[in-house]
């Protein structure tokens, strides 16, 4: 999908500190913790100044330097920022990137950009109005193995391409207690690991001309979906999404079958892993991946090393764009665009149901 500029301006700068972005931080939690923290603090021209929480001591075990602040809507609105990053539950998302674009803040929103369509481009049309950059954290563009699928669709090798499949499976026999697996506005599946399937297949491919889906509760004590499953018809081409949360072992992360041949990936990037590990942005190692693709032909395999993946992409993009220098890294249209597919499966689920 070809990437659009919000046409934000050019940031005035206070000073002559090296024209750096401050960032209120909304969410502690696994996300805001795990990801954008450290990814911002990775990030040149960044400076992480408030974090919204209501554990303060948690955020300030990690990051002694910051102010805390409990009431999310002060933080998405405070004095000291100029950048608002959105990672709290997903219901929150439209009141706090409302106030926070009121409030003259480019904003970046954790996946899901929204709940519904409509409030996706009712936040994406507040952020035009307010000449603010609006940006979705879809991070996945920046994994090594769909780095290295794009690449392999320019491989002709593998001749025209049509069939496109990808997976994000998990082995968690038991459901945790969790707003991301509880049976609220934005839990399950589909809301949580359905955006990144989505974004890249659209990434790759633009919008499809059908959707149709399927969902389950496939563990015993499970409140909401658990399984997803999404076909996206591109006329000869197919594309399918697969999510779970009981697969152990032995399935394949991304696959591409053309005339001439396949290209098929094993395991998914390791960037998330590593987070949690505790290895920081950059640090020697980051990002690559020891896992290689295989081409097959029909009579022979090859083995095709994939690019690095490099999360820090996004946000050097990101500042580039709100400092004027570049295209914002995820624009709110493509955004739009994940929620119309989100909405179409999730209407395509309620009618096999009913």
């Given at each position: 999908?070809p990437?659009?500029?919000?046409?934000?301006?050019?940031?005035?700068?206070?000073s002559?500190s090296?024209m750096?972005?401050?960032?209120?931080?909304?969410?502690?939690?696994?996300?805001?913790?795990?990801l954008?923290?450290?990814?911002?603090?990775?990030?040149?021209?960044?400076?992480?100044?408030?974090?919204g929480?209501?554990?303060?001591?948690k955020?300030?075990?990690?990051?002694?330097e910051?102010?805390?602040?409990?009431?999310?809507?002060?933080?998405?609105?405070?004095?000291?920022?100029?950048?608002?990053?959105?990672?709290?539950?997903?219901?929150?998302?439209?009141?706090?990137?409302?106030?926070?674009?009121?409030?003259?803040?480019?904003?970046?929103?954790?996946?899901?950009?929204?709940?519904?369509?409509?409030?996706?481009?009712?936040?994406?049309?507040l952020?035009?109005?307010?000449?603010?950059?609006?940006?979705?954290?879809?991070?996945?563009?920046?994994?090594?193995?769909?780095?290295?699928?794009?690449?392999?669709?320019?491989?002709?090798?593998?001749?025209?391409?049509?069939?496109?499949?990808?997976?994000?499976?998990r082995?968690?026999?038991?459901?945790?207690?969790?707003?991301r697996?509880?049976?609220?506005?934005g839990?399950?599946?589909l809301?949580?690991?359905?955006?990144?399937?989505?974004?890249?297949?659209?990434?790759?491919?633009?919008?499809?001309?059908?959707?149709?889906?399927d969902s389950?509760?496939?563990?015993?004590?499970?409140?909401?979906?658990d399984?997803v499953h999404?076909?996206?018809?591109?006329?000869?081409?197919r594309?399918?999404?697969?999510?779970?949360?009981?697969?152990?072992?032995?399935?394949?992360?991304?696959?591409?079958?053309?005339?001439?041949?396949?290209?098929i990936?094993?395991s998914?990037?390791?960037q998330e892993?590593?987070?949690?590990?505790?290895?920081?942005?950059?640090a020697?190692g980051?990002?690559?991946?020891p896992?290689?693709a295989?081409?097959?032909?029909?009579?022979?395999t090859?083995?095709?090393?994939?690019?690095?993946?490099?999360y820090?992409?996004?946000?050097?993009?990101?500042?580039d764009?709100?400092?004027?220098?570049?295209?914002?890294?995820?624009?709110p249209a493509?955004?739009?665009?994940?929620?119309?597919?989100?909405?179409?499966?999730?209407?395509?689920?309620?009618?096999?149901?009913?």
């Amino acid at each position: 999908m070809p990437r659009r500029s919000t046409g934000a301006a050019p940031r005035t700068p206070r000073s002559n500190s090296a024209m750096s972005i401050r960032v209120a931080l909304i969410g502690y939690g696994y996300a805001g913790k795990t990801l954008h923290a450290p990814l911002i603090a990775a990030t040149q021209g960044l400076e992480l100044t408030v974090v919204g929480s209501s554990d303060a001591q948690k955020v300030n075990a990690d990051l002694p330097e910051v102010r805390v602040v409990v009431d999310p809507r002060a933080a998405a609105t405070d004095a000291q920022a100029d950048l608002v990053v959105i990672a709290t539950p997903n219901d929150t998302h439209v009141p706090l990137a409302t106030a926070a674009l009121e409030a003259h803040k480019h904003v970046v929103v954790d996946k899901p950009f929204t709940l519904t369509l409509a409030e996706a481009q009712r936040i994406a049309a507040l952020a035009k109005a307010q000449g603010r950059l609006l940006s979705v954290f879809h991070n996945r563009r920046w994994d090594s193995d769909f780095l290295g699928a794009r690449a392999a669709l320019n491989d002709d090798r593998l001749g025209d391409v049509v069939h496109f499949e990808s997976h994000f499976d998990r082995f968690r026999p038991i459901a945790r207690d969790r707003w991301r697996e509880r049976a609220i506005p934005g839990g399950g599946i589909l809301y949580d690991l359905g955006p990144h399937l989505i974004d890249q297949a659209l990434n790759l491919f633009g919008m499809p001309a059908a959707v149709s889906a399927d969902s389950a509760r496939q563990r015993a004590e499970a409140p909401i979906e658990d399984w997803v499953h999404l076909v996206l018809d591109y006329g000869r081409l197919r594309v399918i999404l697969h999510a779970s949360m009981l697969v152990a072992g032995g399935a394949r992360r991304l696959v591409l079958h053309g005339t001439k041949g396949s290209w098929i990936k094993q395991s998914e990037d390791v960037q998330e892993k590593q987070l949690i590990a505790g290895m920081r942005p950059g640090a020697p190692g980051w990002g690559v991946d020891p896992d290689s693709a295989t081409i097959y032909d029909g009579s022979s395999t090859a083995e095709v090393t994939v690019p690095t993946g490099d999360y820090r992409n996004y946000y050097a993009a990101l500042r580039d764009a709100i400092l004027g220098h570049g295209p914002n890294p995820v624009t709110p249209a493509e955004a739009v665009a994940v929620m119309q597919i989100l909405e179409q499966a999730r209407e395509a689920i309620a009618t096999r149901s009913g």
